[in-house]
């Protein structure tokens, strides 16, 4: 089992910047794929951006330069920072990762970027 507690979360206005941390804890010693979701009421859930083990990164197209993941393997953690938030950036944002087969996920926590 794996354990995934975010951090960081907050209200913010529009242009402002925010990073959420997430750190994972439990059976972590071989987590591949690290990422961040978000979920809100009219788009449900989508990809936010994520890295694998190795480096490798994916952007959902509405946070591209906007956003960076970023990851330290040696203290199980991925970090999302978000720059130029916009009013639709506002979601449940939930931190994701993948151990073998398994997919594990973070109860999540609110970003809302006010207008």
């Known amino acids: 089992q794996v354990q995934l507690v975010e951090s960081g979360g907050g209200l913010v206005q529009t242009g402002e910047s925010l990073r959420l941390s997430c750190v994972a804890s439990?059976?972590?010693?071989?987590?591949?794929?690290m990422g961040w979701y978000r979920r809100s009421p009219d788009k449900g859930r989508e990809l936010v951006g994520l890295?694998?083990?190795?480096?490798?990164?994916n952007y959902h197209d509405s946070v591209k330069g906007r956003f960076t993941v970023s990851r330290d393997n040696a203290k199980n953690a991925i970090y999302l920072q978000m720059g130029a938030l916009k009013p639709e950036d506002t979601a449940v944002y939930i931190c994701?990762?993948?151990?073998?087969?398994?997919?594990?996920w973070g109860q999540g926590i609110q970003v809302t970027v006010s207008s």
């Open positions: 994701n990762c993948i151990v073998g087969r398994n997919v594990y």
């Open positions: 439990g059976s972590v010693s071989n987590i591949n794929s």
């Open positions: 890295m694998t083990r190795a480096g490798s990164t």
